[in-house]
């Protein structure tokens, strides 16, 4: 399912050989430490209730195509949890994210389908390209711009802060020494387009199968 990531997002962590997987998942395990997880329980719930009120207000409307909401909150979770930033939703750099992660959604559907006749590489097309480009475009600003910012020097050797995004524990790994700029971006990267696809599709999912089965709904809510 991953091997897209391989091929055009080099070697982040979910899919690095184990040489290279071992120091990179010490320097970024915080952010899957149980406190820190948490900690973004806030963050999760307001994403969630955005979410529940935007399909509150499609009930009794007859079938809805929800998906693009779906990923539409998911894409602000993972920018959120991720890269530590908000984009306003309508803006034009968030229209622009967006088309960007449906075109990568679609090309992991095709990729998946035709890897297994051998023919992966017929889904790497110019609009999954520029969708790249679009991405690592994003991820590049980001890091430019926490580059630029003066360090605290208390906040960097705090350890036991809570909240932190995977950018914050990317950077300070490349302060220490343990990353370069690139595998900063490689990892942010990599764990962006994973988090996005990941509970995008678990929530959609979900959804899906709690609307096939109104009995499993009852006992639910």
């Known amino acids: 399912l991953y091997t897209h990531l391989h091929n055009d997002i080099l070697n982040g962590l979910i899919v ?29 719930n307001e994403n969630a209730n955005n979410l529940k ?16 909401i779906i990923k539409e909150c998911g894409l602000q979770l993972s920018l959120l949890t991720i890269m530590g930033i908000k984009i306003d939703e309508g803006s034009d750099k968030h229209k622009e994210t967006m088309r ?13 389908l035709l890897g297994w006749l051998g023919l992966g590489f017929l889904s790497r097309t110019p609009r999954y390209k520029r969708a790249i480009k679009c991405a690592r475009d994003l991820v590049r600003s980001v890091i430019k711009e926490n580059l630029a910012k003066p360090v605290d020097t208390e906040d960097q050797n705090n350890f036991e802060k809570n909240n ?26 990599t764990m962006f387009a994973a988090s996005y696809e990941t509970s995008v599709g678990a929530a959609y999912t979900c959804l899906v199968l709690l609307a096939m089965h109104p009995e499993i709904q009852e006992r639910l809510f």
């Open 100 to 112: 960007a992660f449906n075109a990568f959604g679609d090309h992991m559907a095709m990729d998946l």
């Open 164 to 189: 932190k995004t995977l950018i914050e524990l990317a950077l300070k790994a490349l302060r220490q020494g343990v990353f370069n700029e690139k595998d900063v971006e490689v990892e942010l990267f």
């Open 53 to 68: 009120n935007k399909l509150t207000m499609l009930a009794r409307k007859g079938e809805q195509h929800i998906f693009t």
């Open 16 to 44: 690095s050989p184990a040489s290279k997987w071992k120091p990179d998942r010490k320097a970024l395990s915080a952010f899957l430490a149980h406190n820190n997880i948490t900690a973004l329980f806030p963050t999760f």
